[in-house]
């Protein structure tokens, strides 16, 4: 053999050792996070155990108003999956390349409805446009520069004209358990939640009505998988659980309605 074509063991074993590891699957991660509205808490929290029983994937979750989710994730702030309860913070995410193509879904939809603490009655709130009524004189909704629920809560009431006049009895509250939070407590005396937060107040506050049929857009929830995940394939199967019919039972139960896709 001609000289210079020996390889030198030294060189030989690193060249082994980096052929091994391209060969190997990538290693599973350890955890995800999920960045999801603090309205799918009780339901992402069943759903993540199941996850985690399935795959050995320890699932993180940063819940909040989807908002400051998308703000946060706009920043650069680690997540894998994006689960929102408006599609405007999930469209902004997906106009500025940040949303992992193939990935989106439709996750789950809710209904705006105006509760009022549990009390003596009669009470003055009997229908959805009694709100406007003068002694109703704390109201809190979502933040709507953040919370998708002040958005629905925002549009409903200005198609009904109520918007303006109701301004100085607003509290705005920095997401939608927030708000059911002050209703419970008795420091307002209504409040604009989704249905699926009425599911798991346990009986604390009282449904007045739902908000009139046509005030508002759909509520839809859109989830997907985040372009910076640096485990896409957990971020998915995740969604893939969250969708199936295992999954849409779990929403079903806390309060969500039917996604209309299969």
């Known amino acids: 053999m001609k000289p210079g074509r020996w390889i030198p063991a030294a060189a030989l074993s690193a060249a082994l050792l980096l052929f091994s590891a391209c060969g190997r ?6 955890e ?9 808490k009780n339901a992402f929290e069943e759903i993540g155990l199941i996850f985690e029983r399935q795959t050995g994937v320890q699932v993180r979750f940063n819940l ?5 989710l998308q703000r946060q994730i706009e920043a650069g702030a680690p997540a ?24 989106r879904r439709e996750l789950a939809r809710n209904e705006l409805v105006l509760v009022a603490p549990l009390g003596a009655q009669p009470s003055p709130l ?46 705005l509250a920095e997401n939608v358990r927030q708000v059911l939070d002050y209703v419970v407590r008795g420091e307002v005396d209504a409040g604009l939640v989704y249905a ?43 969604i893939d659980l969250a969708t199936s019919p295992e999954g849409q039972a779990i929403l079903r139960k806390y309060g969500f309605a039917q996604t209309s896709q299969p």
């Open 126 to 171: 009997q229908v959805f446009t009694d709100i406007g009524q003068p002694g109703i004189t704390r109201i809190a909704v979502g933040n709507p520069k953040t919370v998708p629920a002040g958005q629905y809560a925002q549009e409903a009431l200005e198609n009904l004209e109520l918007w303006s006049p109701l301004q100085p009895r607003l509290i």
């Open 64 to 68: 909040g108003a989807s908002g400051l």
């Open 196 to 238: 699926s937060d009425v599911a798991v107040a346990q009986e604390k506050v009282r449904v007045v009505a739902p908000a009139p049929p046509g005030t508002h857009a759909p509520i839809v929830y859109p989830i997907a998988a985040l372009r910076g995940s640096g485990a896409p394939d957990a971020a998915r199967r995740f």
């Open 80 to 103: 894998d999956v994006f689960a929102s309860a408006s599609a405007r913070q999930m469209n902004a995410l997906e106009s500025r390349g940040l949303v992992l193509e193939g990935s």
């Open 25 to 30: 699957p990538p290693a599973q991660p350890k």
């Open 32 to 40: 995800i996070i999920v960045s999801a509205a603090v309205s799918l």
